[in-house]
Structure formats: structure tokens, C-alpha cells
């Protein structure tokens, strides 16, 4: 059973580009959560989606938005990169409460 | 306003010995508290969780504390290896598949 994967791995981008990541989510989960993770901090908080809406929001602009599928993979769409976007980006899939993480996108903006 | 308060920044343990992290929450509207394991340059492993009905739960060397009426809960990894060498990230969430809300994070560094 594959594990959450993300594409691509790295990307280096520069300011006000635009980048799109990608997710799959674990066999049989409906559920997926993206995350953006700042040199040693902990992950925050995107958005989710859930039967290709999104559910929930944190406290990101606009910039930030999202498409789930309906095979439950995903994307996540940055506009207008900034130099403070240079993050690894983290996808976790779940059915319940428990979440699973993906190994990450680490964008460079440059 | 940061809801999960994790301690201490970095911690140093021999091997062999007993690697305690802590955390604290504020909402009491959270009842599922997960650990999680990150190497560096790799995503969040799940190592353990637990919910507000018991007072612990231990997997192998990897045992959870909590404390309801503190609401506090801690990670206490026994027989510590280089291999646990990494990040570790208490988080807390509510029933419902909440985002999870994510302390600062502990870097441990196990030495023999």
C-alpha cells in the first residue's frame, strides 16, 4: 500500500511566479490537508479539502488556493511568489482524525 | 496565539537513557494528541497518539502521558539510540478531522 506521495520533489522559483504541487493521498482516504512548514518550525495549517471542497482554511491569503479531484488527489496553487514562501510544503491524507504526511515539496524562491 | 506550547527547544540524551518532551495545550475543545517523528529533509512520521479517556499509552519504547485537568501531555522515549536522533512535534486536534495545530518542535540528539 503506496504511502502519500507529492510532486515534485524540489522547485526553485522566482518572485511572482506561480508553482502548483501535487498530492495523492493514501489508498482509501477522502481527506487531504496541506501544510506549509518554515525552516525549523513546526507545519501550519493551510487548508483541507473533502469531496473536492474545501473545508476548512488557515490563516494563509488568497494567494493560496486549492483543487481536489475525484480520485481525492490534489493541488495547491501559490500566485505572486513571495521570498517568505520558501517553505517545504507538506500534504497529509487521513479518513478519520489520524493524518499521514507525504515526504514534502521544498520551494525555493528566489 | 500559539495554542500547543512544546518544550524544551533541543534536547541531549545519552544512550540508553530516558528523552522526555512536553506539552501544553489551551483549547479545551482538543481530544487527539499525536507525536510526530521528522528527519530532515523528510515529512512527519506518526509515531503515537492518544485520546483524553486514558492517562497513557505506550508502543514499544514510545509512551504518551496526559494530564486532562493540566492539559498537559508528554512524550518519554525509553532506552534512547542515535537512530531516535531527529524532530519530534506534539500536535492536538478535535474529533471531526480538525487541522491539526502543531507545537514548535524538539530537536533530540541521542549520543553514545
Known amino acids: 500500500d503506496a504511502g502519500v506521495t507529492q510532486s515534485p520533489t524540489h522547485l526553485i522559483k522566482t518572485r511572482g511566479q506561480q508553482v502548483t504541487l501535487r498530492c495523492s493521498p493514501k489508498?482509501?482516504?477522502?481527506?487531504v490537508s496541506w501544510y506549509q512548514q518554515a525552516l525549523g518550525q513546526g507545519p501550519q495549517f493551510i487548508f483541507q479539502?473533502?469531496?473536492?471542497?474545501?473545508?476548512q482554511r488557515g490563516n494563509f491569503p488568497d494567494r493560496f488556493s486549492g483543487h481536489q479531484f475525484p480520485n481525492y488527489s490534489s493541488e495547491l496553487n501559490v500566485n505572486a511568489l513571495l521570498l517568505g514562501d520558501s517553505a517545504l510544503y507538506l500534504c497529509?491524507?487521513?479518513?478519520?482524525?489520524?493524518?499521514?504526511f507525504g515526504p514534502g515539496t521544498r520551494l525555493t524562491v528566489l | 496565539q500559539q495554542q500547543v506550547k512544546q518544550s524544551p527547544q533541543s534536547l541531549i540524551v545519552q544512550k540508553g537513557g530516558i528523552s522526555i518532551i512536553n506539552c501544553a495545550y489551551e483549547?479545551?475543545?482538543?481530544?487527539?494528541f499525536p507525536w510526530y517523528q521528522q528527519f530532515p529533509g523528510k515529512g512527519p512520521a506518526l509515531l503515537i497518539a492518544?485520546?483524553?479517556?486514558?492517562s497513557e499509552k505506550k508502543e514499544g519504547r514510545f509512551t504518551i502521558s496526559f494530564n486532562k485537568s493540566a492539559k498537559q501531555f508528554s512524550l518519554h522515549i525509553m532506552d534512547s539510540q542515535p537512530g531516535d536522533s531527529a524532530t519530534y512535534f506534539c500536535?492536538?486536534?478535535?474529533?471531526?478531522?480538525?487541522?491539526?495545530?502543531f507545537g514548535k518542535g524538539t530537536r533530540l540528539s541521542v549520543i553514545a
Open positions: 497529509a491524507s487521513s479518513l478519520k482524525d489520524t493524518q499521514y
Open positions: 489508498s482509501g482516504h477522502d481527506t
Open positions: 479539502y473533502y469531496e473536492e471542497e474545501e473545508r
Open positions: 483549547n479545551t475543545a482538543f481530544d487527539y
Open positions: 492518544i485520546r483524553p479517556d486514558v
Open positions: 500536535a492536538a486536534s478535535s474529533t471531526g478531522n480538525t487541522p491539526l495545530v
